[in-house]
């Protein structure tokens, strides 16, 4: 385990905002996911779930914007080798054989081309052929298409049959996730026809318990969460008062996510930002329920009696073997032990005395 998923042994980190995202089950179990610009930090996420997602595997079809994911996930794992992922795209060739420590897994294309429009994943039926035979492998646990323009101008009957076809593709292949995407951002703004059609791709994805990777969310966002749609914003990060990535990075110099790499019409801090919502997405479909509040008394304080019952469950023989439902909440990260990476979420919730709890860790 490297430093940075160690446990701090003294002091206590400042309060920051925690959320903790609502899911709405599916008749099979299943939970919508909704990754968008809340889902980038990645200190957030346990180490144990990380090393979960890199035993999964991933079908990945894309024009040049969705290459943007590719280049932010490259780009991570040269900063950080924790963040391994073994990405083929020769041919029909598919997955990469596995890795030793594993890495996660993925085909970029859809067989037999790389360069994947509407046409060839689910807009005519040789594409949607083209899909069933990928899942029809078996070797995937996951497949995701992501747009170019075409939302921008996609009326809502065409969206409504992408949709369709996606879940289509979910009742068929019932041991794998499709993964929803928005269109990029076009300039447009909130009244826009794009954020129309991408408002239509959320709602589904919420009422029909699907994967959404927000596209369009991510790159309106700057790190600090300014939001920059209202101001026009577009996939470069222009937006009416300027270019938010290079602002964030003049501002931020030297920071991982400024980065340099080539980032297909976008820059690179937007790369940067999708490739960790990546990982982040990963880690919830490996099982992470994603960050919770540690009021274990529910007096909505975050405090030394939270604290003192954390201790108690750390010092015991694990979640799995206790009766004890504190113990339960304690298990901040679902890895069923409350240990090391618990504490870690435990105390970036804790800054001094009586922070409230309402009901989540809010500075």
């Known amino acids: ?66 290459s943007q994911v590719v280049t932010g996930v490259n780009v991570l794992e040269g900063l950080d080798s924790f963040y391994s992922i073994a990405i083929r795209t020769s ?122 990777f927000d596209f369009a969310d991510i790159e309106s966002h700057d790190p600090d969460g300014n939001d920059y749609l209202a101001l026009g914003c577009n996939d470069y990060g222009n937006y009416s008062g300027g270019n938010w990535p290079q602002q964030w990075c003049a501002a931020h110099p030297g920071h991982p996510l400024c980065t340099s790499c080539e980032c297909e019409h976008s820059q690179p801090t937007i790369c940067n930002l999708k490739g960790r919502a990546f990982w982040w997405m990963m880690a919830r479909l490996a099982g992470w329920p994603g960050p919770v509040a540690p009021d274990l008394d529910g007096d909505r304080d975050v405090d030394n009696s939270d604290f003192t019952l954390f201790e108690a469950c750390a010092s015991g023989p694990g979640v799995s073997h206790s009766s004890s439902s504190t113990c339960e909440q304690a298990d901040f990260d679902g890895d069923t032990d409350v240990d090391q990476s618990d504490f870690g979420i435990f105390q970036r919730c804790v800054s001094g005395e009586n922070v409230q709890a309402d009901p989540l860790c809010d500075d």
């Open 1 to 66: 385990m490297s430093a940075r998923h160690s446990i701090m042994t003294a002091g206590l980190f400042p309060a920051i905002l925690v959320t903790a995202l609502v899911f709405a089950p599916s008749a099979n179990g299943q939970s919508a996911i909704i990754i968008d610009h809340t889902c980038t930090d990645l200190s957030l996420v346990p180490a144990y779930w990380i090393d979960q997602a890199k035993l999964l595997t991933f079908h990945y079809a894309h024009t040049s914007h969705g």
């Open 91 to 212: 041919g029909t060739e598919g997955l990469p054989p596995v890795e030793n420590p594993p890495a996660l897994r993925m085909y970029d294309g859809n067989p037999p081309e790389t360069y994947i429009t509407p046409d060839g994943y689910w807009e005519s039926s040789s594409g949607i052929d083209r899909t069933r035979a990928v899942a029809s492998t078996g070797l995937y646990d996951f497949s995701m298409w992501s747009w170019c323009g075409q939302a921008s101008s996609y009326s809502e009957a065409q969206i409504a049959n992408y949709l369709s076809v996606m879940a289509q593709f979910e009742d068929e292949y019932p041991d794998m996730r499709f993964i929803l995407m928005t269109g990029h951002t076009d300039g447009s703004g909130v009244g826009g026809t794009l954020n129309q059609r991408n408002n239509q791709i959320r709602a589904y994805a919420q009422a029909n318990s699907m994967v959404l």
